[in-house]
């Protein structure tokens, strides 16, 4: 007996919008200034929800820590599957979706924006090795920051001061007092931060910062400061397997080069890449046409500006705070700012052709490219 086929998929083609999910956490904020206006939070003198998308209505006092862009829960907002998450129809669209060179069921990679008012637990990351040894899991993780706003006086906590032992890392962690031996930088607007596996890191107070991941949740909570969480009780510590997978020599890859190139459109900075993720900025002063990557899905999250996303089928508006996914059948589609734009366009790369290929040909030099293409 010869069985039907079902329905086939809508097909996925043009720019897709999504909704984040917000995310509560001791250490957030209620202000969530530039990126989205929040109702209920006074507004600056100046300042309105012209141009920033609206955080969802929450309770009062809430402080929201981490606004997940392309986490499961994400929510379309147009196109044929609007309405579902991002996570169902990674399950079932698969290499649709994802392009055929990303062979996992969920997005490849998770981004947010990270709102601090207060110290983020000291954290470390295994590698994919130790994960799926360890834990059974795919993927580990690493990860990378891109400074948005930094307040006078922020800092983050990034690789090991010299000549610090394990043991006398992990005797500081349990007694809260870890800072003391973790490297401290003052962060600046623009800057670009790697932080891979085995880098004991934490973000400080006064930062607004976009974050890409490998999609894992494996954290390992070294040192929270004897606080407690949201339910009243002190968080859990991971220092057994936190200690075997720290590298106490790891380097604090921060401040890496800013390498921009012309573009009619404007301007397109290639801010990182690893084997992982790849991140770049785009600004756009004009008009830019795009197409999708038929091996791979892109997104674009709107740091600053709006404007308008056109296909053949029509245009709908963007403005800072929302994120777009390019699925790979895109075919063409323009950017039109109504002001200045700043896009971060993120994905997982083609090392070489991504951005050693562009950097070596705009001549930027074997010494800068090693330190914005990271494969250690």
């Not at 407690?228 to 859990?236: H, M, N, T, V, W």
């Amino acid at each position: 007996m010869v069985q039907r086929a079902g329905p086939a998929m809508p097909k996925l083609d043009a720019p897709l919008q999504l909704s984040p999910a917000f995310k509560p956490k001791i250490w957030g904020r209620a202000d969530l200034a530039p990126l989205y206006y929040r109702p209920g939070i006074p507004r600056r003198r100046g300042r309105s929800g012209h141009g920033v998308a609206s955080a969802p209505e929450m309770a009062t006092g809430t402080l929201v820590g981490e606004i997940w862009l392309t986490g499961d829960d994400a929510r379309f907002m147009n196109g044929p599957v609007a309405g579902r998450t991002l996570g169902e129809v990674s399950r079932q669209y698969g290499p649709e979706l994802h392009g055929k060179s990303w062979p996992g069921a969920r997005y490849p990679v998770l981004a947010k924006f990270i709102y601090t008012s207060d110290w983020l637990s000291v954290q470390v990351h295994p590698d994919d090795a130790y994960a799926a040894t360890q834990e059974h899991a795919s993927l580990g993780k690493c990860e990378m920051w891109y400074i948005i706003k930094a307040d006078p006086g922020a800092a983050f906590l990034l690789g090991v001061k010299p000549n610090t032992s394990i043991a006398s890392l992990r005797a500081a962690c349990e007694r809260g007092v870890s800072r003391k031996l973790l490297r401290s930088f003052r962060p600046k607007a623009d800057e670009a931060v790697f932080v891979p596996p085995g880098t004991v890191h934490a973000l400080g107070p006064g930062l607004v910062l976009f974050e890409a991941e490998q999609n894992s949740d494996l954290t390992y909570r070294l040192d929270d400061f004897a606080r407690l969480g949201l339910d009243g009780k002190p968080r859990e510590l991971h220092l057994e397997k936190g200690m075997e997978v720290t590298r106490i020599d790891a380097a604090a890859h921060r401040a890496l080069p800013e390498v921009v190139q012309r573009e009619p459109y404007g301007s397109r900075r290639f801010v990182m890449a690893c084997p992982q993720f790849a991140v770049e900025e785009l600004t756009l002063r004009r008009t830019a046409l795009f197409a999708g990557s038929p091996e791979r899905v892109e997104a674009l999250a709107v740091v600053a500006g709006d404007g308008r996303v056109e296909t053949g089928a029509g245009w709908v508006g963007y403005r800072a705070g929302e994120t777009w996914l390019i699925p790979p059948a895109t075919a063409s589609y323009r950017l039109v700012p109504r002001v200045l734009t700043r896009l971060l366009k993120f994905y997982v790369p083609d090392l070489d052709r991504d951005f050693v290929g562009p950097l070596t040909a705009g001549r930027a030099g074997a010494a800068k490219i090693r330190k914005i293409v990271l494969t250690d």
